[in-house]
């Protein structure tokens, strides 16, 4: 096995487990790592692969509720004869995979990725390393095998979960969701609105939907409407094109731009007064790295909802359960000076900006020094 290579299995579930991996990779290779990224369900069959992404974007999209009985019944039955049958149906072509590369270590991004490849240790008796890295602000019960050597999540508030599942503490890391954060310390706000040509002075929202772009943006918008003072609305559309076109067409009071995918989502995060969106784990990491305020809108049953109930308990993010309550809860946050400055303190005792940094730290004692501690991350 070679000891310096390393393989991060993702999921193409929308853009966030794939830009976790990006980011990460770009840590590990600084400290001479081998390290290559394999889409899971890619790395079985390419017409699985589509067969499965396919599915997943029309459930979220146009059934979320039949998604979230999924995903609660994934978390109620974790070992249930059905998923035991769908591992054993995948296991010999990840082996051959991983035979194939000659890693010594494993690095997953997506809860099914980390039970398909922990399955797949067991069955053959690898030697190979399993990390998981948790990309939502909670630990589903998929994520937990004796195969996995440690667990890299999101906050250390969530280190109860080892004794909910009844495994050593110590196998948790509480290192952050890794993002790019590099020029977004270069530049304060208003260094930002001036290079990303925004006006200064007014009050400015971020609209974001995640990679996949599925926030009820024209829903928004209309809601956003009855908001009595003129604002800045940067509305991120990732990769739905259709929404984009829609937005371009709308007609508001407000000022608004509308961009697709970007390379520059976190430095007009920053540039914003608060953020507008779902509840996707790297979504909120990014905000928080930010210390942008959260107004969480309408969050995919399942793993948004358990992002959204962390934030709210620690108080860097409130949630607008219908469109009308969307400006009131604005107004709250955008002229009210203490409860802004509030939340953005609860956002900066949450915020984890060395996360990619941490985990590459870690690895890299466990692979060279034989010890990984806690002090490594703190």
Known sequence: MNKRKIIIFSVSFGNGHNQVSKVLLSHLRAKNFDVEIIDTFDAINKLFHKVVLDSYLQLIRYRPSVWGKLYQYSEDNPNSLLLKQFNAFLTNKLYRTLQEKQTAMIITTHPIATTLLANVIRKKKLTVKLYALLTDFAVHPM?????????????????????????????????????????????????????????????????????????????????????????????????????????????????????????????????????????????????????????????????????????????????????????????????????????????????????????????????FENRITQELIR
């Open 143 to 367: 994520s937990i095998h004796e195969e996995v050597t440690g667990y890299f999540i999101a906050s250390e508030h969530l280190r109860y979960y080892a004794s909910m599942y009844k495994i050593d503490e110590g196998r948790f890391y509480p290192t952050g969701i890794p993002t790019t954060k590099a020029k977004v310390d270069q530049f304060s706000k208003t260094e930002l609105r001036k290079k990303l040509h925004l006006d200064k002075g007014m009050k400015t929202v971020l609209v974001a939907g995640g990679g996949v772009g599925l926030a009820k943006f024209t829903k928004i918008l209309t809601g956003l409407e009855q908001f009595e003072d003129k604002l800045q609305i940067i509305c991120v559309t990732g990769e739905n094109k259709r929404a984009k076109a829609k937005i371009e067409r709308y007609q508001s009071k407000h000022q608004i731009r509308v961009l697709g995918f970007t390379n520059l989502f976190m430095e007009y995060l920053k540039a914003s007064d608060v953020i507008l969106s779902k509840a996707g784990g790297v979504t909120m990491s990014e905000a928080l790295v930010c210390e942008t305020p959260i107004i969480i809108f309408q969050p995919l049953p399942g793993q948004e909802e358990q992002n959204s109930q962390f934030l709210m308990n620690y108080g860097a993010a409130i949630k607008a359960e219908i469109v009308e309550e969307i400006p009131v809860l604005l107004e709250r946050i955008i002229f009210n000076d203490h409860y802004h400055s509030l939340m953005t303190e609860n956002a900066t005792k949450l915020k984890q900006p060395e996360a990619a940094s941490n985990i590459a730290t870690i690895i890299y004692s466990d692979c």
